[in-house]
């Protein structure tokens, strides 16, 4: 016995909580016999782990409560997510035109006034869950000649069937200098995206279709007249121009 | 519920059947987190369950953290108590007497109630007078069977840290225990 190892009160309670490898354990089981101090401290925690098991065990057996919800409610959960990834993609958005703000040049008009702020809305009302759109697709009638008398020019909606997506809705935007309209599509597994138009003093009367596109979010632009369109969508360049495909002719025919 | 539901980022195509194992490893430990929670903050249960329910959520928000190789349960406690000491007041505990929806009520069939609801009784109280930090100590240990290792990496604190709480805190137990079994005084408060 005096050649063995000294035994420690960690090593008690590791006894006691049955954490010892064999070895150290009969040892243990050894000196308990010769000490009953030990012994008694040993009984006592085992009685003390059993009594806290008697006290909470009972809950394992409880059903869980409608209060308790995995994965958390859908509303909820969509909400919260939603909110988070839209401040992730509103700060790859303005990091991205934070770069490009020193290239003052005119061709950039189209970046502050149109693409960034599309850029912005897309990220801000695709994400809400709640009021994604200010006037439904339900009452597309009312909300085109709405936004038509707020732009002061003639608009409409393009119909994105084609491409998987239907009308969610429209609203009413502040712009740069002037108000601009955003139009809201979703696709049956419920991704989104958004038309913006605005009127703009722009320097080019026509333009091809252009791409830009930072972290997520990526935009078809054009101008035909006075009027500039930005699509936005989180998809990748060649989905997104498959939809803007479909919606140029409809608004430019 | 519909995959559909994942979309905006958090389920990449590629993760959905991930995210169903996911799912259940996670669905699978809500008895324990409930039992530890209940005896984290005696005495409200409603409480105890909101902060299961926080903690589901945040696993729900962090599933892409947890390394699919590692212990589920032990990142789950992991979760649980960060919220729960980064906000200590809100999940204090309720009431500190023996509250009355207690399970643990073993009325006899003469109305009295047995020793052994007594006892608990003593201890629920008893655990009420630990520290949060020994509570949590003694409780991962001695209802959860965590291994010594596994509580300092829940509570991110050094294993002599684990030890030396949860020996103070057992023996703190034990002591009050004992002096309950003494002349009975019903401490209420």
Request: glycine share 6%.
């Given at each position: ?134 006037v439904?697709a339900?009452q597309e009638q009312h909300l085109v000649q709405w936004l038509s008398k707020r732009l002061s020019t003639p608009i409409n909606a393009p119909n994105l069937a084609?491409?998987?997506y239907r009308l969610v809705g429209g609203r009413l ?7 601009a309209a955003q139009f809201m599509y ?8 958004t038309l913006y138009l605005r009127r ?24 035909d007249g006075e009027l500039g369109y930005?699509l ?14 479909i919606v140029h002719p409809q608004l430019n025919p | ?189």
């Amino acid at each position: 016995m005096n050649t063995e190892k000294p035994i420690s009160e960690n090593e008690l309670h590791a006894y006691a909580d049955n954490l010892l490898d064999p070895a150290r354990r009969s040892e243990v089981e050894h000196y308990l016999e010769h000490h009953p101090e030990a012994a008694a401290m040993i009984r006592h925690l085992q009685q003390l782990d059993q009594s806290l098991h008697n006290l909470f065990d009972p809950v394992l057996a409880e059903p869980i409560p409608a209060s308790i919800q995995f994965p958390p409610i859908r509303r909820h959960y969509g909400r919260r997510a939603a909110a988070a990834m839209a401040w992730v993609a509103l700060g790859a958005v303005l990091g991205w035109s934070l770069n490009h703000r020193d290239a003052a040049e005119p061709a950039n008009m189209l970046e502050t006034q149109l693409v960034k702020p599309a850029a912005f809305a897309h990220v801000i009302y695709s994400a809400e869950v709640l009021h994604p759109v200010e006037v439904k697709a339900d009452q597309e009638q009312h909300l085109v000649q709405w936004l038509s008398k707020r732009l002061s020019t003639p608009i409409n909606a393009p119909n994105l069937a084609e491409g998987g997506y239907r009308l969610v809705g429209g609203r009413l935007l502040p712009s740069t200098d002037r108000m601009a309209a955003q139009f809201m599509y979703e696709d049956s597994s419920g991704r989104r995206v958004t038309l913006y138009l605005r009127r703009g003093a722009w320097d080019n009367k026509l333009t091809a279709f252009r791409y830009s596109r930072d972290a997520n979010v990526g935009v078809f632009y054009w101008i035909d007249g006075e009027l500039g369109y930005a699509l936005s969508g989180e998809l990748d360049k060649a989905e997104l121009l498959k939809l803007a495909v479909i919606v140029h002719p409809q608004l430019n025919p | 519920m519909g995959r559909s539901d994942h979309r905006r980022g958090l389920a990449p195509r590629q993760g959905v059947n991930q995210l169903h194992h996911l799912e259940q490893l996670i669905v699978e430990q809500i008895p324990r987190l409930r039992r530890y929670a209940r005896a984290l903050i005696r005495g409200d249960h409603s409480r105890a369950d909101d902060l299961v329910q926080d903690c589901l959520e945040r696993a729900w928000t962090r599933w892409h953290l947890w390394r699919r190789d590692s212990d589920m349960r032990a990142w789950l406690f992991t979760i649980m108590h960060n919220l729960y000491v980064n906000d200590l007041r809100r999940y204090r505990d309720g009431p500190s007497f023996v509250s009355l929806d207690s399970e643990h009520d073993n009325i006899a069939l003469d109305g009295t109630r047995t020793e052994e609801s007594l006892v608990l009784d003593d201890l629920h109280a008893a655990i009420g007078t630990l520290s949060p930090e020994q509570r949590e100590v003694v409780l991962l240990v001695s209802l959860e069977g965590m291994r010594y290792e596994q509580v300092a990496e829940v509570l991110a604190i050094p294993l002599g840290t684990v030890m030396s709480r949860l020996s103070r805190g057992r023996q703190q137990l034990r002591t009050l225990l004992s002096e309950a079994r003494g002349p009975r005084m019903r401490r209420v408060k």
